[in-house]
């Protein structure tokens, strides 16, 4: 009974499960009053579809439409998780000064941040589930490569501390996306 039990189809069934719930805690996160309750526990939950999905010998989801299933909740947890952390990990640099005044100030430098990091966290987790990892160089030369003239700009002036939040918020962002994109690639599709 217990071998009919713990099948591929199952533990694929049940990292779906898991990765549903992260992104309902990542939305979640969204709010401001939620992020530090919501983040740590999406957090948890992909790192738990990570160990089923990594824990037997062999994971898997049968069919076109779990397959997508599959596809659309990780890169949705990739983008919509990525913001909220992000923002959490900004709270806790910022410990010593009022967190909306320093975000002010980096958004003032960085304008279009929240848009430019999901495209990123999207593009991130495209490139490594299409098994192309050499894209995340690609999509992390044109995110420098774009906003270094505001980089330079801000740090000519007065310092904001822009440089320091845009490596931050880019190895964070990337970081959860990684994460979500490597459920993913642990779970086969058959």
């Not at 848009?115 to 030369?141: D, N, S």
């Not at 700009?153 to 990684?178: H, K, P, Y």
Request: glycine share 10%.
């Amino acid at each position: 009974m217990t071998a009919d039990i713990l099948t591929a189809q199952n533990w694929g069934a049940l990292t779906l499960v898991l990765l549903a719930f992260a992104l309902a805690c990542s939305l979640a996160a969204w709010a401001s009053a939620g992020r530090r309750i919501w983040v740590p526990a999406a957090l948890v939950l992909v790192a738990a579809a990570a160990a089923v999905a990594a824990a037997p010998e062999r994971v898997a989801v049968e069919g076109n439409a779990a397959a997508t299933l599959l596809m659309a909740l990780g890169g949705a947890v990739a983008v919509a998780g990525g913001g909220p952390a992000t923002a959490l990990v900004f709270d806790l640099v910022d410990r010593r000064e009022p967190p909306t005044e320093s975000l002010d100030r980096a958004g003032h430098v960085l304008r279009g941040g929240a848009w430019i990091g999901a495209l990123e966290r999207l593009a991130t987790f495209a490139t490594l589930v299409a098994g192309w990892p050499e894209g995340l160089a690609v999509v992390l030369a044109l995110k420098g490569l774009g906003r270094y003239p505001e980089l330079r700009a801000a740090e000519d002036g007065v310092r904001t501390g822009a440089a320091e939040r845009f490596i931050i918020g880019t190895f964070t962002s990337v970081l959860w996306a990684c994460a979500a994109a490597g459920v993913v690639a642990l779970v086969s599709t058959t």
